[in-house]
């Protein structure tokens, strides 16, 4: 009863959290001034139109004289009264801002694009937790020694880089010098052949590498603590040996707190990289969303932010609901 209770309020507290962030969101992206890009054989009345039927702006007139176009724009609250009945209907809108994506369906193409950036993170998560936990682990059970200066070292270097080195890095030598991998991801949909893999994997490395980090840090001051505890000394003189009282006690009481970090990063596999998707020219969600910050193109703010939103948000909630479930200590919302 007392985690049911939890689980309402937690979801209710972020439902309140979301809608307060994507209010601020639509506020903010409608005080910008509207850019837009006109390529050739492209008509700039038809898109002025395309915003005024929307409920952007209105009472456009284009000047032939200065050949410069001016509108009026709607108040915001009258704005967000329109958004919300189209989103109701589930309308998400069309793409206006970016010439790419014009006039195509704002949800079919996050679809689209969503694929690659699940894919990418998937891998990297597959890659790193485990390598991330065995580090970790052989660095406590060495610890201060000089595998677990070195490992510690390695960690250091890891988590102080940017994720941006680190790509560049990847390029440079498994990618230009080794040439192991292509620099960018292939083109296509065909996404579970080996082509299409072995060009995700230098983005794949360069997402995991930091996870791998993380991971070995936690780990390692986690089990290194569970090690120096009374209990395992009990388990000793019981007559366990020591990879025994490792494995039956200590590795279990340290996977407690070590667990619901490896959910959380789970959740937020669909939350991908925005900028080592920019780097490999990976055509997934991260890279769509810098695009439409760029040209302010509403529809697709919107809608991304909203996803990213909530994705940090879900990753917040099953992390926390985790500890109940994991330790039988733990009682969630308990007085």
């Known amino acids: 009863m ?19 962030i994507m209010l601020m969101c639509f506020v903010l992206i409608k005080l910008l001034p509207i850019v837009v890009t006109v390529q050739i054989g492209q008509d700039a009345n038809i898109i002025y139109g395309q ?14 004289a200065t050949q410069l176009w001016s509108y009026d724009t709607v108040p915001i609250l009258k704005q967000l009264g329109f958004y919300l009945q189209r989103i109701f209907q589930g309308d998400f809108g069309i793409g206006v801002s970016m010439a790419e994506y014009r006039n195509q369906p704002v949800w079919d193409i996050f679809m689209e694009k969503m694929p690659p950036t699940v894919l990418i993170n998937i891998y990297s998560t597959l890659i790193g937790v485990p390598i991330g936990l065995g580090l970790g682990i052989f660095a406590a059970l060495k610890k201060n020694k000089w595998q677990d200066q070195v490992i510690s070292v390695f960690i250091i270097l890891l988590i102080s880089v940017p994720s ?11 990618c230009f010098k080794l040439r192991w991998f292509p620099l960018t991801m292939n083109s296509g949909f065909n996404y579970f052949t080996w082509p299409m893999f072995r060009s995700m994997l230098p983005a794949v490395f360069s997402l995991c590498l930091g996870s791998i980090a993380g991971y070995a840090r936690f780990t390692r001051a986690e089990l290194t603590e569970v090690l120096t505890s009374e209990f395992m000394l009990l388990a000793r003189t019981k007559g366990l040996t020591r990879g025994q009282a490792t494995l039956r006690h200590a590795l279990r009481n340290a996977m407690v707190p070590i667990f619901p970090m490896i959910l959380s990063e789970f959740v937020l596999v669909l939350s991908g990289s925005l900028v080592i998707e920019r780097m490999f020219s990976i055509p997934g969600v991260g890279r769509l969303y810098l695009d439409s910050i760029t040209y302010q193109d509403y529809d697709f703010f919107m809608l991304l932010s909203g996803f990213y939103t909530l994705v940090g948000l879900l990753a917040g909630i099953v992390t926390d609901i985790s500890y109940g479930f994991i330790d039988p200590r733990i009682r969630m919302g308990a007085r």
């Open 2 to 20: 007392y985690m049911f209770k939890y689980v309402l309020k937690r979801l209710g507290l972020m439902l309140m959290t979301f809608c307060i």
């Open 51 to 64: 915003l005024e039927a929307r409920g952007y702006i209105c009472n456009v007139v284009y000047d032939s």
């Open 164 to 174: 941006i080195v680190l790509g560049l890095i990847v390029q440079y030598v498994f």
